[in-house]
């Protein structure tokens, strides 16, 4: 199981966002859907799928975030011929943030807006057949220019199984925000691939729940070290969900999750989604407790 997993929020538009990305990677594929019931915007539909090799969840979870440039998909591509499908594809809809065009870190590179406010970042590499297919991107704009490497430091101190690649500063010849450090940073963290970087303007967008990491966590002791020394903004705890000190919002849960929602009598279902709605740190015995019935949690 990755351990690592990225995940977007979407209005009503998951499922349909996750087949067409699916359709465009070799290696892809979708894995199924839940659909988690009377939540506060309703029933909210789980998407769990594969882009070339890579987990990612999505959410169509109500309007209440949306998704802007602080984070993207860099996606390399082996020739010039693969980039002008997948801009082709994705463009449709939506928008260009840098034109299809040639670039000094990329002979034919666009980064663009999707119908569905994702954005993509299509690369042609010449190191296409050594670098991840698929990367998120953590662009650190607005109030959070400057932290990259601040994050950076920190993911690695964290978590157990991680490395730095390949990191790359603004240069004074270089025209950037005063605050901007890392113009390019790589980051594996138990194996799921990152780039961060500072924005070089500044940028006025930042990090939201429109996306999020999940870590799958094999016990109550891992949600509890993780839950720790990630969370930042006490009000934003709800669900598992909290903020780091950068803004970037995390999910801390089981890894067994799944088995834990959506497993079991209607009634069973009800009751653990009940206690799981009013959790800000998840607590497994309290959800157990929950699907033995409400008395068992009262004497708890």
């Known amino acids: 199981m990755q351990k690592i997993v990225p995940h977007f929020w979407f209005d009503k538009e998951a499922l349909e966002a996750a087949q067409l990305y699916v359709s465009l990677f070799e290696n892809s594929k979708m894995n199924g859907t839940q ?87 299509l690369m042609l590499t010449e190191e296409y057949e050594s670098v991840p297919r698929i990367r998120p991107v953590l662009l650190f704009a607005g109030d959070a220019v400057g932290h990259a490497e601040d994050f950076m430091s920190h993911m690695l101190s964290l978590f157990p199984q991680s490395e730095k690649g390949e990191v790359a500063y603004y240069t004074p010849e270089q025209p950037h925000h005063e605050k901007a450090r890392i113009s390019y940073g790589e980051i594996i963290l138990e194996g799921t691939p990152l780039v961060v970087m500072d924005h070089g303007e500044g940028g006025d967008f930042t990090f939201n729940e429109a996306f999020s990491l999940i870590v799958n966590c094999k016990d109550q002791k891992e949600i509890d070290y993780y839950w720790d020394r990630l969370s930042y903004v006490p009000e ?23 088995r834990i929602l959506f497993e079991g009598t209607e009634e069973q279902i009800r009751r653990i989604t009940e206690a799981f709605l009013t959790m800000k740190k998840l607590d497994l015995i309290e959800l157990d407790l929950a699907r033995i019935g409400e008395e068992s949690v009262k004497k708890h």
């Open 35 to 121: 659909i988690l019931p009377d939540t506060p915007s309703g029933d909210a539909m789980i998407v769990d799928f594969d882009l070339a090799g890579m987990n990612f969840n999505a959410l169509s979870g109500g309007p209440f975030f949306t998704l802007n440039p602080s984070i993207s998909l860099m996606v390399a591509c082996k020739d010039k011929e693969e980039v002008d499908r997948l801009h082709q594809v994705l463009r449709e809809g939506g928008q260009d943030l840098m034109p299809l065009d040639v670039y000094p870190f990329s002979p034919w590179y666009a980064w663009i807006e999707d119908r569905y406010g994702l954005t993509w970042q």
């Open 236 to 258: 934003s705890e709800q669900c598992g969900w909290l903020k780091d000190q950068q803004g970037i919002s995390w999910q801390i849960v089981p890894e067994d999750m799944n």
